[in-house]
């Protein structure tokens, strides 16, 4: 399908026979049936009762009930010609004390929506963590316990046993930055960590745990293409004023190079972000070996941009962010700033570190306010949006830079944590009270733009 807007034509064949395209999506978010078979409760459980935590009282109870509605929504991804589908596991069914006992209601479950991918002809792709630790492991410390390398290394060898014959795509972790920053330093995702002294921990034990799990994938599937995937945005300083442009340069380093340096064997990024050097006295012997690995492809996840200006009276980086709101520019329900070329100047970042193999563009997606109207759901924005993007993707590669793929995040309206189910990515509308769904007028154009 060919789609016109400006000066813009967007077709399947300007980016290649093998670029990818795919759908993401996440266990908490999605599957519902919280303590079911078996499962024990993640730290989004238990932060979704705490009063206040998430918009309207909402909690993941019942998500999308994609537990039990997995053929009916693989089937709308089969419908919308989408090869390849992003989902995690849930670490809390398939080890629900975090470690020992293996729960084989949830290994069962997981073999069952592998097998009916591939049965659709759909290729899945595995992330391993997605947020959702297992609220046992959390009680003894979480992501500050370097035990953590250990338990999560349980947790890759037990997927990998049991999912890597049919399996040729996984990714570590997702977002670190994100489950870290937000999670154990400003506390408003789960578990509700605050403090320098969680952050520092939980960022270099989240990079350990992306070597450790890279080398156990390596090890037990060596045909597997291993990833692992990192959120960022594009950063610009608010104008050329030297103190804003070292503010950019040190937000830069915070959000876009802090987990991916150090595994690409370059180190933490402390010459552009001092407080870093504190972490140090978390290291062990050998750790600046072994939290490097050498990835088949990394997956960058970007929806805008943010705008720095310095901050004198921000602690440890002394800068701030110009809110999309004041800056009189396009911003989705998020309150994210509409910014296509972000996604170019974040393709065209990561590009430049050698170690890089490939570069898939594992999320982009945006939230608008949607309404069903007569049985159906147009959101000519949302198409706009994923259409002004993909030209920066193909920009982006006819200029050289890599990107070998892309992933629209959502399938369905989901559980977007702090957020709630107020907030809609997804390409198919549900209805959360009756779980009915509706493909959106977004997720025909998306469907038709990728036909064969």
């Not at 789609?3 to 990818?20: C, H, N, P, R, W």
């Not at 004023?241 to 340069?249: I, L, M, S, T, Y």
């Not at 190079?257 to 010459?271: A, K």
């Not at 997606?365 to 259409?387: C, M, S």
Request: glycine share 8%; net charge negative.
């Amino acid at each position: 399908m060919e789609l016109t807007t400006q000066d813009t034509v967007i077709s399947k064949e300007f980016f290649g026979d093998d670029f990818i395209w795919g759908i993401a999506t996440a266990a908490l978010q999605v599957e519902g049936s919280c303590d079911a078979d078996g499962k024990s409760k993640s730290i989004w459980d238990v932060f979704s009762e705490r009063k206040g935590a998430i918009k309207n009282g909402d909690k993941p109870t019942d998500a999308c009930d994609f537990y039990v509605r997995y053929k009916e929504d693989i089937d709308l991804v089969k419908e919308l010609n989408i090869p390849h589908f992003r989902f995690s596991i849930s670490w809390t069914r398939i080890l629900p004390e975090g470690t020992g006992r293996i729960n084989q209601a949830g290994i069962d479950h997981y073999n069952n929506v592998i097998d009916y991918c591939l049965q659709q002809g759909v290729e899945p792709w595995i992330t391993l963590y997605h947020w959702d630790l297992p609220q046992v492991l959390e009680d003894r410390g979480g992501w500050t316990n370097r035990e953590i390398i250990n338990w999560f290394s349980e947790f890759a060898t037990v997927c990998a046993k049991n999912f890597g014959d049919r399996v040729k795509y996984w990714m570590i972790l997702n977002e670190p930055s994100v489950f870290v920053g937000t999670g154990y330093f400003f506390g408003v995702h789960a578990p509700g960590r605050t403090g320098l002294k969680n952050f520092l921990p939980a960022v270099h034990h989240a990079v350990m745990c992306m070597g450790a799990g890279g080398r156990i994938l390596r090890e037990m599937l060596p045909e597997a293409q291993i990833g692992t995937t990192f959120s960022c945005s594009y950063i610009e300083p608010k104008n050329n004023h030297p103190w804003n442009v070292r503010a950019a340069q040190r937000v830069n380093a915070l959000l876009n190079r802090l987990y991916v340096e150090p595994i690409l064997g370059l180190g933490y990024p402390v010459d552009d972000l001092p407080i870093i050097k504190r972490m140090e006295k978390y290291f062990h012997t050998d750790d600046a070996t072994n939290m490097q690995f050498d990835f088949d492809f990394i997956g960058v996840q970007l929806y805008t941009r943010e705008v720095v200006k310095h901050s004198f009276l921000t602690p440890y980086i002394h800068a701030s962010l110009v809110k999309a709101s004041n800056r009189n520019v396009p911003i989705t329900e998020m309150g994210w700033e509409v910014y296509p070329p972000s996604i170019y100047g974040i393709i065209k970042q990561f590009s430049q570190y050698k170690g890089i193999k490939k570069l898939y563009l594992t999320e982009n997606g945006v939230a608008f306010p949607d309404e069903v109207k007569d049985g159906k759901v147009d959101d000519p924005k949302r198409i706009q949006f994923l259409n002004d993007y993909l030209a920066e993707v193909l920009r982006a590669k006819k200029d050289g830079y890599k990107v070998d793929g892309y992933f629209v995040w959502t399938l369905t309206d989901n559980f977007e944590w702090a957020e709630g189910y107020r907030t809609r990515f997804g390409l198919v509308y549900v209805d959360h009270i009756t779980q009915q769904r509706i493909v959106k007028a977004s997720g025909r154009w998306y469907g038709e733009l990728i036909k064969e």
